[in-house]
Every structure is written in C-alpha cells, then in structure tokens.
C-alpha cells in the first residue's frame, strides 16, 4: 500500500489547462504511474468532506478521507504552474493547513480509494432512497452503471478524468427527472409545508370556523362601517328635512304677510265704501 511506503515523500505538480492539478513527478517510481495520475487540491477536499457530511447518517464514516487520501502540503513554487509537495501525516478531517489529497489508487480495485467509493455510492444511494418515492428502489448497481458509462464515453473521446470529478458525479448523483430544486432536501421540505396547509373540505370544519369567535373581527368591522355610513346618512337626512322645514316655514311666513297686506287693503277700502253710500 502506498502509506507503508517510504519512498513516497514528494511530489511536482502542474496546473492543467482545465484547472485541475496533475502528478508530473513522485519520488516513488515503483508503485505509482504518474501517466494521467491527478491530484486534489485544498478547495476540492474540502467540498468533498462537506458533501460526505450528510452521509453520516446514512452509514458513512469520515475516517475514510484520511484513509482513502495521502495528505501533501506546499513545499515550494516551482514556477510555470508546477508546485513541489510534500507529504505531511495530517488529517484532512482536523488539519488547518491547505492540504492536496492524492487518492490512494496504487490498487485500483481493492485499494483505500476504491473503498471509498464504494462507501459513498452505497451511502448516497441510501439517502437518494430515503428522500426521493420512487417507484421501485434504486440500487447501487444502477448508479454503478450509469456513472460507469459517462466515464467510457470520456474515454471514447480521448478526455482523462480527473479523480475529484470521479468523486464529485458520485456524491452529486441524482437519477434522470429528479434533478430539480438542488437536491432532494428542498424538495421534501416543500412537501413538508404542503402538508401543514391541508385543503378544507368537510362541512363540519366549515362550520367550525364559522362558529369560531377570533374569526368574526372582520365581520364586525364591517358592520361598524356600514353602522357608520347609515348613521351618516341619517344625519345628512335629517339636516336635509330641517333645512326643508325651514324654507317651508319661510314661504308660509311670506304667505301670511301677503294675507295680512291684503286684509289691510281690504280694511282700508271698506270704510271709503261706506262713507261713499251715504
């Protein structure tokens, strides 16, 4: 295994044209092909130790990191994008340092790195099931198959793939049609919200809520306004019928003063009358 190994104690590294780093050089010659061998860089292990935390709970044990990873510092710029590592004994899970991780990838399919996958497939397939309803179960062999294509079909295409994007479509693997809404925790907490609304459709409830006191304030406002307006409107009659009286009363008032003239007249021409007679 690579970490019993002595000779394994640094290495040079190069930035690629797709931004990822690759193994130029190690000091161990025996074990290790350097041909297309990639490397993770600090930002990249510490994304994949954040998305194995949830994993957690589905039979993950984070030990694995450190188990499945050699832990490399920066021991100097080499310039032209090529930096010298050296191996450090630190855990990825506890070290403060920036540390690359070289998969442990000296047996390929029995080795620490191989495991690891093997753990997080089973445990992302775990938790895929436990939030998504699927028809029928999905299973590890599904999720094998179907990552194991997308890999040949980078190799039919003359593309290397880089260890961390191995990783990654993993720990990322959603089945086709349930990719939306960012996983499946935003979608189950939707449904949860769902189903804290129910629709109401008994009669009985209905009638509950109407019977319901906390529920009538807006219906006494309501009331109050309208009490309101008809008071309103009351008073606006009323002035209406006043000021209707009192024009009345003013006519009658010029009636009477007109009968009072007249009478007057009447008065005064009636003794000229008399007088005229005899």
């Not at 690891?116 to 775990?126: E, H």
């Not at 029928?136 to 040949?152: A, I």
């Not at 769902?194 to 019977?211: M, Q, S, T, V, Y």
Request: aromatic share 6%; charged share 45%; with cysteine.
């Amino acid at each position: 295994m690579a970490k019993s190994t002595p000779t394994l104690e640094w290495a040079v590294i190069r930035l690629g044209d797709d931004h990822n780093w690759w193994v130029e050089e190690l000091s161990d010659t025996v074990h290790w092909d350097v041909d297309a061998l990639s490397i993770i860089d600090p930002r990249q292990i510490d994304h994949i130790v954040e998305l194995c935390e949830p994993l957690r709970e589905y039979g993950l044990d984070l030990d694995d990191i450190d188990t499945a990873f050699i832990p490399f510092r920066i021991d100097k710029d080499l310039g032209n994008g090529r930096v010298r590592l050296v191996r450090v004994r630190d855990s990825f899970l506890e070290s403060e340092d920036k540390l690359f991780a070289l998969p442990d990838v000296v047996d390929e399919e029995n080795g620490p790195y191989a495991d690891f996958l093997d753990q997080i497939t089973r445990a992302r397939v775990k938790m895929l099931n436990d939030l998504f309803d699927f028809e029928q179960k999905l299973t590890v062999d599904e999720v094998e198959d179907q990552l194991r294509e997308e890999q040949n079909n980078r190799f039919m295409e003359n593309k290397a793939v880089h260890l961390f994007d191995e990783v990654i479509a993993i720990l990322d693997y959603v089945p086709e049609g349930w990719e939306a809404d960012d996983d499946a925790p935003v979608k189950a907490a939707a449904e949860e919200e769902e189903d804290e609304f129910p629709d109401i459709e008994d009669d009985e409830e209905e009638e509950k809520l109407k019977g319901d006191t906390s529920l009538k304030w807006d219906e006494d406002e309501e009331k109050a306004d309208e009490g309101e307006e008809s008071e309103d409107g009351k008073a606006k009659s009323k002035k209406g019928a006043v000021g209707e009286e009192s024009e009345d009363d003013d006519d009658e008032d010029d009636e009477d003063d007109d009968d009072d003239e007249e009478s007057d007249e009447e008065e005064e021409e009636a003794p000229r009358g008399r007088r005229s007679r005899r």
